[in-house]
């Protein structure tokens, strides 16, 4: 019997709902008969998701902040959020106000109107956050070709060392644990950038639950091969990677939570889309080429190792 | 210093986050350009909503028929659902097929499409359901009209007598023990009857927090004075109050999870709406009229008594 993990979940949800794609894009979309409307629900759940020394207010930013790295990947702008909001019964007042600080700040950031929600008890805390927008067309995980090239819109990694930092084991030079924690409990996702070049992908999607696991899907779902010849890893978190005997590739493509995402291009975008992230001081990087057959590979001194989906799955 | 009941933490929401607002219609409303959207998200949390003699297939029908309430209230037919579970790692394949079967259920009871969602790993289970629909304009909770009469779709009290039977306390005939426990446990929102009469609202309100509560607040938004003369309660439930030395008003007004609306219509269209709910069997009840002044008042052989707002609130 296979194990319980969320894609064998989302199998029984699946095969229940009779719907053929739960989750199969990164947000979902609302066919009216004028409009596309498009939406996103995503939970934070206290025991799973805050680390115990995360703010409160970094937690609630956070939460609305998953939700835009989604409308980023498929270059739709958020314009409403509602909230939904389990509390205990127990909670001050004092973490309320950080609660719905942090809410602030981030619609603030991403310029989203806050509509309204509801406030129920429970054991835990848990931030239930919906995001709307409209939109005519949005980027598909699907249809990159074959010659694109395939980029990141940042570094990748340091989610991974901030988390391990976050539960206890500070580690490294002062600099790079102050990045991997902030990377951990302020990410940003590229939601301009993404507005600004949507017509240049074929292909995207948010990269939150492991480039691994990203590259894999998009790759699946465009039946093409997908090869890696270059990590999207700095020279500190090498450094940190060597120095701490941890495996790169494992840091770089299996932690998940960078709130980043990968896109699919036509080699004749290069120039513009570099030109554009410099401006909006995006610091992309092209990580690799697709091309005919299956499956994702990382190029090392002329050989393909085959890149398998380990990213983060709930519930495993 | 107040407690810190819901009333008080959406308080803080509201200041925080700039909205006036804050659940002041029983619903969201998206404005596109040439549109508008209408979203609702509901929470159901094990520890606080879900009684244990409760299956897991009626709990999660019910987490989107609570949706659906708002919905019929409001004359707007959901057309997609959104849902997102938090579930404990050591949940069993058999539930998790009993949750899935009560979402079906509740999707093709009320012809609603599901569009996606998320799982993730919680300390108990919750049900976050998003509803979406279009519409024109929807009936406002603040808009009754001097003289208009004050209905209620259906009988109330049976969900308060319900849950304490849930809770162990099995009392009374076995007839109406069954009703009383159907009441809590396969709630029925009367969508039909809200989208095809809602052209004659001037006001309603979903009814699930308590129908004083709604009175109340109907009364309060509207500048009027409600005046009920006839208390929504049916001679089975009248009987077991008696029996049972409970006070009936309080189990009619002050129970809360009916999953009924009150509406307010000009006195012209009583005969229409009558007829209309004979038609669709709906059982609703003219409870009073609205007048000049303020606040609501049993009117109890022709003293007027002020009938405060003592629905449910979470958190107090």
Request: aromatic content about 8%; proline content about 3%.
């Amino acid at each position: 019997m296979k194990k319980l993990d969320e894609t064998e979940i989302i199998k029984i949800f699946q095969k229940g709902l009779g719907k053929k794609k739960f989750e199969s894009e990164d947000v979902e979309i609302l066919n009216f008969d004028k409009v596309k409307i498009i939406a996103k629900i995503d939970t934070l759940v206290e025991s799973t998701d805050i680390p115990s020394k995360m703010k409160l207010s970094d937690a609630a930013r956070k939460s609305v902040v998953a939700c835009v790295s989604d409308f980023a990947s498929k270059g739709v702008k958020p314009k409403y959020g509602m909230i939904s909001i389990n509390l205990p019964k127990t909670i001050s007042r004092l973490k309320i106000n950080e609660i719905v600080s942090g809410f602030k700040k981030a619609c603030k950031e991403y310029d989203i109107s806050f509509l309204g929600g509801d406030t129920n008890e429970g054991k835990e805390i848990v931030f239930n956050v919906c995001l709307f927008g409209i939109t005519d067309k949005i980027v598909t995980r699907k249809d990159s070709k074959k010659k694109d090239l395939i980029f990141v819109t940042g570094p990748f990694g340091y989610t991974s060392a901030g988390l391990n930092m976050l539960l206890g084991k500070k580690r490294g030079k002062e600099t790079f644990v102050k990045k991997a924690i902030k990377s951990v409990i302020k990410p940003k996702p590229r939601l301009e950038f993404g507005l600004k070049n949507k017509k240049y992908f074929s292909s995207s999607m948010d990269s939150s639950d492991g480039l691994s696991t990203t590259l894999n899907e998009m790759s699946k779902l465009s039946k093409n091969k997908f090869i890696i010849n270059k990590i999207p890893a700095l020279r500190d978190l090498q450094d940190f990677s060597k120095n701490y005997r941890l495996n790169l590739d494992d840091l770089v493509f299996n932690g998940g939570e960078e709130y980043e995402f990968v896109f699919t291009t036509s080699s004749n975008n290069r120039n513009v889309i570099e030109k554009n992230a410099k401006l909006l001081k995006i610091p992309i990087i092209e990580i690799g080429f697709v091309t005919t057959g299956k499956g994702v590979y990382l190029e090392n001194e002329s050989r393909l190792i085959r890149l398998k989906d380990l990213g983060w799955k709930h519930l495993k």
